[in-house]
């Protein structure tokens, strides 16, 4: 099967084109040709060169007025519905917008993890995650309000062992990082921020074959989220 997307803002970072008016061919969904006036396989140069040789049907897509680029990249989303109050299908979310690789940011945890894998696996959207310091991950949680509780509340949901057990078994398919969201609103007042950061990281930090970086990030009323890149 052959693709051909004609008349695009071609944007390729990798090969340093930056908006460039291009065509792209695409054979059997890889990308096979990049340049100026692509004709459709059968028909170039009368079938005297390899692409003209291949004998399949031709999808031609005027892309005219758009940007035409690698898959984006969501480096923060939500997407186990059913498993967390506020979860989205990226299939209808993200893939119509272009981004065909989402990071979700600690839906689950290791109880809950294999049902957000097997989740995952149903979805054409390629789905990178953040497991959860809780085990229970967000799964009775939202947004750092009063109208639910938080998943810090008690510090028997906080499993090191789960946790590395998890990360081990899915680290080079899906797990890249572990999550713990601080905030008085999501751990009993704030009593238990500082052990939930402890039970986290001194586990990891004595197993340095898991730990590569360590991010911070501030998100205005929610608190600190501390996030460790693997």
């Not at 959860?132 to 939202?142: D, P």
């Amino acid at each position: 099967m052959a693709v051909l997307i004609k008349n695009g803002s071609v944007v390729d970072p990798a090969n340093e084109i930056r908006q460039q008016k291009l065509d792209v061919l695409l054979l059997d969904g890889r990308v096979a040709r990049i340049g100026p006036a692509i004709l459709p396989p059968d028909q170039e140069h009368g079938g005297s060169d390899a692409h003209a040789r291949v004998q399949c049907e031709c999808e031609v897509f005027d892309a005219s007025g758009c940007v035409v680029c690698p898959g984006l990249v969501d480096m923060h989303v939500h997407c186990f519905p059913g498993g967390t109050p506020l979860g989205v299908d990226p299939d209808r979310w993200c893939l119509p917008r272009g981004v065909t690789t989402v990071m979700d940011a600690g839906s689950a945890g290791a109880a809950t993890f294999s049902q957000f894998l097997g989740y995952c696996k149903s979805r054409k959207t390629r789905v990178l995650s953040f497991i959860h310091a809780s085990r229970v991950g967000l799964k009775n949680s939202g947004c750092a309000t009063v109208d639910l509780p938080g998943e810090l509340e008690c510090l028997d949901d906080v499993n090191e062992e789960q946790c590395l057990e998890c990360i081990r078994d899915h680290r080079d398919t899906t797990i890249v990082g572990v999550k713990v969201r601080l905030s008085s609103q999501l751990s009993d007042n704030g009593k238990n921020e500082e052990e939930a950061l402890r039970y986290t990281v001194e586990p990891l930090l004595k197993d340095t074959s898991l730990i590569r970086t360590v991010f911070f990030f501030c998100t205005g009323n929610v608190g600190s989220n501390i996030i460790m890149c693997l």
